[in-house]
């Protein structure tokens, strides 16, 4: 699929950005065009890959001029720009906005007008049932996204759904690991907390296997497992820290949930089980386009619905054994 091709990454600099031009690079693309606003973090991409297919380029998501010059001949987008610290998005919403859904709503246009072949959205658990802006603002870049497979027949628009990765810009994992080298403690929110969590390498295989595979108007949710975040801590403080190191309770942040969710109630109503790997939400707006999907799913593809009413972090959680083979996959311990 891309090998000879032309990848376009929004938000390409940080940490998923690092992974998946790491695993494009071996399927023998003919460029790979990182986006971002990260100066920085692309010097560093420089230092570190040193490979002159990749093509650096200042831009944000907000400049549509920008972004439609630089998706000329681009045959795929993977599309992973957006502000997605949770107070951040709290205390600056208009920012959140102009980013998540105006950059989104860009993405799209662009992407038509240069009859980019697909887009490949990554968005998050926090997009399902929201209760923080951050959430709200994926939700509606997840509706443009499928939205948007009516408004071109050449171009297809997919949306993967995951949620936490061990190891990524900003995640809970190095946050903890520092905060017990640094003060000998670890903080949590509240203990009964529970979370997805998936190595960066491993979502990234998922990442492909949906931009792969798409038909075009799904949103492939990753089937991750989940963990209770205070076993998280207790095997890193195992790793890490000593008879000393405490876990302190700090009380539950703003637009923070107890259980995440992967797919609601709603939603399963219209979920097939795309593999061991996948579930699959086909679109609920009526179309001829759309309306299709369904039709493959069941009678071309021989999909089953899901049998679950809704898929949270609190139904399939996973011990500490399980816990620490993640860990040490990642290399994290």
Same mark, same amino acid.
Request: net charge negative.
């Given at each position: 699929? *891309?090998?000879?091709k032309?990848?376009?990454i929004?938000?390409?600099s940080?940490?998923?950005g ?11 693309? &003919? ?17 570190k ?5 990749? &093509?650096?380029?200042i831009?944000?998501?907000r400049?549509?001029? !920008? ?11 993977f ?5 997605k ?6 205390y600056?919403?208009? =920012?959140a ?5 105006d ?25 399902c049932?929201?209760i923080?802006l951050?959430?709200?603002? %994926? ?14 027949e ?19 994992l190095? *946050?903890?690991?520092?905060? /017990?080298?640094?003060?000998?403690e ?7 907390m ?7 390498? =491993?979502?990234i ?21 989940? *963990?209770? $975040? ?15 190191? !405490?876990?302190?309770e ?18 399963? &109503? ?8 996948? *579930? ?14 369904? %039709? $493959?799913?069941?009678?071309?593809? &021989? ?11 609190a ?6 054994v ?10 994290? /311990?």
């Open positions: 699929m *891309f090998e000879n032309r990848v376009f929004s938000g390409g940080g940490s998923w690092n992974e998946l031009t790491t695993q494009l690079l071996e399927k023998n693309p &003919k460029e790979i065009i990182i986006y971002s606003r990260g100066e920085l973090a692309q010097v560093n991409m420089q230092r890959f040193r490979n002159d297919k990749i &093509k650096y380029v831009g944000d998501v400049d549509y001029e !920008t972004l439609k010059r630089n998706l000329k001949d681009v045959d795929y987008v599309h992973l720009a957006a502000l610290h949770v107070p951040v998005c709290e600056q919403p208009q =920012e906005i102009k980013t998540n859904i950059g989104t709503s860009n993405l799209i246009n662009a992407a038509i007008e240069n009859g980019v072949k697909k887009v490949i959205d990554v968005s998050t658990d926090k997009a049932s929201p923080n951050y959430g709200m603002t %994926k939700a509606v870049g997840e509706k443009l996204i499928i939205q948007a497979n009516l408004l071109s050449e171009t297809q628009f997919v949306c993967v759904r995951g949620g936490n990765v061990l190891g990524s810009n900003g995640s809970v190095p *946050f903890f690991i520092n905060q /017990i080298k640094e003060f000998n670890i903080t949590i929110t509240d203990k009964t529970t979370r997805y969590f998936l190595t960066l390498s =491993e979502a295989k998922l990442l492909f296997k949906a931009s792969e595979e798409g038909v075009g108007g799904e949103i492939f949710v990753m089937n991750m497992p989940s *963990f209770y $975040i205070t076993d998280l801590a207790e095997v890193l403080i195992e790793r890490y820290g000593n008879s000393e190191t !405490t876990i302190r700090v009380g539950i942040r703003e637009g923070e949930k107890i259980d995440e969710m992967l797919v609601t109630h709603d939603e399963a &109503k219209t979920t097939y089980v795309y593999n061991n790997e996948y *579930f699959s939400i086909l679109p609920t707006i009526k179309s001829e386009t759309l309306d299709s999907l369904k %039709k $493959i799913y069941e009678e071309y593809m &021989k999909k089953e619905k899901v049998t679950f009413d809704s898929f949270t972090s139904d399939n959680i996973k011990d500490k399980y816990l620490k083979e993640l860990l040490q996959k990642g290399k994290f /311990i």
